[in-house]
């Protein structure tokens, strides 16, 4: 058995006014990491509702604010951290894609957001070989 390096995702951290509200998105985030999929999926598609699509630098400033505060979303927890940043993303009137997926050769699960069809703050090569299992996209 080998040791795993844990690395944090680096990030600027958010105006002051920024940070109650990421907190509370990445508080939100943790509580519904615990529903069952087609239960999160449905509060997800709820969020949703009438906010605009999420453009690039829209979804990597809430992406950067939730990872700054917060050492588990900027660790290992890529379902609270893209939930996180989908929730503050709604709080200014905009929603990313949220995107969960798995890959088999190794087995992975994870999640991430995406804006104009691209992946925010993961790599386009890893992200490719997930294949989609719940999609919760904006509405263009």
Do not use: Y
């Not at 080998?2 to 508080?27: D, I, K, M």
């Amino acid at each position: 058995m080998t040791a795993r390096s844990l690395s944090l995702q680096p990030s600027t951290p958010p105006p002051w006014h920024v940070r109650p509200v990421a907190l509370c998105a990445v508080g939100a985030a943790r509580i519904l990491t615990r529903l069952p999929p087609r239960q999160l999926r449905k509060v997800m598609e709820a969020a949703r509702r009438g906010a605009r699509p999420a453009n690039e630098a829209e979804t990597l400033r809430a992406r950067n604010a939730v990872v700054a505060v917060s050492v588990p979303c900027a660790g290992p927890r890529c379902l609270q951290r893209s939930i996180a940043t989908a929730l503050l993303c709604r709080t200014r009137g905009v929603w990313p894609d949220w995107v969960t997926g798995v890959r088999t050769q190794p087995f992975r699960a994870h999640a991430w957001v995406e804006a104009d069809g691209k992946p925010i703050g993961e790599s386009i090569d890893e992200v490719k070989h997930f294949h989609v299992l719940i999609s919760v996209p904006d509405r263009r």
